[in-house]
T-cell receptor
């Protein structure tokens, strides 16, 4: 039973380009969460989605960032016009239900040159 | 707003000793608490959880204690091993809240 799958593992972008991060939740999980982690820091919540719906996006920057979790396919975190400050590890997690524990993927390390 | 904090950013113990990692939270409505372990270059891994109707829960070599009166959570690791070296995060969920709020982490180093 595969865990949470994230790709790519590493992503390098130049300033102004777009970054697309993908996340496939664990089988049977319909709740997906995205977190950002800077070096030597904790995980900061960004967005919580259920199939086709954004439930909580209180941690998402208002501009340039968007997330989706379509009926078919992985969840996508999209960052437009990336800046150096976007460089971080982005982790996706999924859960069986809203009140259940999270299972994390291995993350995508985004580097903006 | 809610926050989750840890008392110490680093902890160094001798192999074989017991480790205790502490965590304080501020949201009285939190009713579910989880400890995660994160090794370098990897995603957080679930260790143990506890709901607010309990004050103690034990796993294999790990115990979580919850003191709701002072909003304090601790993780005890028995007979700490080199493989336990990692960053440990506590996280909390409030009632009907999907997201988990994470503390900044405690780095545990186990000396051989």
């Amino acid at each position: 039973n595969a865990g949470v799958m994230q790709n790519p593992r590493h992503l390098v972008r130049r300033r102004g380009q777009e970054a697309r991060l993908r996340c496939s939740p664990m089988k049977g999980h319909s709740h997906v969460y995205w977190y950002r982690q800077l070096p030597e820091e904790g995980l900061k919540f960004m967005v919580y989605l259920q199939k086709e719906n954004i439930i909580d996006e209180s941690g998402m920057p208002k501009e340039r960032f968007s997330a989706e979790f379509p009926k078919e396919g992985p969840s996508i975190l999209r960052i437009q016009q990336v800046v150096r400050g976007d460089s971080a590890a982005y982790f996706c997690a999924s859960s069986l239900g809203q009140a259940e524990k999270l299972f994390f993927g291995s993350g995508t390390q985004l580097s903006v040159l | 707003g809610e926050s989750v904090g840890l008392h110490l950013p680093t902890l160094s113990v001798q192999e074989g000793d017991n480790s205790i990692i502490n965590c304080a939270y501020s949201n009285s409505a939190s009713d579910y608490f989880i400890w995660y372990k994160q090794e370098s270059g990897k995603g957080p891994q679930f260790i143990i959880d506890i709901r607010s109707n309990m004050d103690k829960r034990q796993g294999q070599r790990v115990t979580v204690l919850l003191n709701k009166t002072v909003k304090h959570l601790s993780l005890q690791i028995a007979a700490t091993q080199p493989g336990d070296s990692a960053v440990y995060f506590c996280a909390e969920k409030g009632t009907n809240a999907g997201k988990s709020t994470f503390g900044d982490g405690t780095t545990l180093t186990v000396k051989p």
